[in-house]
């Protein structure tokens, strides 16, 4: 569950200043997203795309002033990766899989807390530097160290 409107609820926290770009399939729950953005006069604030070509997403999360995932319910997770190897900040939800895949490298917060995400907010904004200590995380996940990662695992599994 990706959870994506606990934080459009939490509108106080990002509507003065930031934009939303919402990258989603064409889902039912995306739809109720689009609702519920209207309802809180919300749509010059949000934009949801769809069908986003992987260079795309790249360009993306480039230009973005942080990734926003607040999934409560997750494998692994991917785009929070991403983004951190295109150099944005990343922001959690703070479940144990995160803990696991981002350690140190991402903010956590409490999806449902205002004021948890009012803290992340500003600890970006006061930390430019964060990024470099972010982005440290990412190498752990690079090409060779993921080949050799499956490899010890397929080992293990025999």
């Known amino acids: 569950h990706k959870n994506i409107h606990s934080f459009i609820k939490n509108k106080k926290v990002w ?73 944005t900040p990343v922001i959690v939800s703070d479940i144990p899989v995160f803990h696991e895949v981002l350690t140190n490298g991402a903010l956590y917060v409490n999806p449902d807390d205002e004021k948890s995400w009012q803290s992340a907010i500003k600890n970006i904004e006061q930390l430019p530097d964060a990024i470099s200590r972010f982005n440290n995380y990412v190498a752990r996940y690079d090409f060779d160290n993921m080949k050799q990662m499956v490899g010890n695992w397929l080992a293990e599994s025999k």
């Open 15 to 87: 509507s003065d200043s930031y934009n939303l770009i919402i990258v989603c399939g064409r889902t039912d729950y995306a739809m109720s997203l689009q609702q519920m953005v209207v309802d809180l006069e919300l749509k010059d604030k949000v934009t949801f795309l769809h069908e986003v070509s992987f260079n795309e997403l790249k360009i993306l999360y480039s230009k973005a002033y942080a990734l926003v995932y607040p999934s409560i319910d997750e494998g692994f997770g991917i785009p929070p990766i991403e983004a951190m190897a295109s150099n």
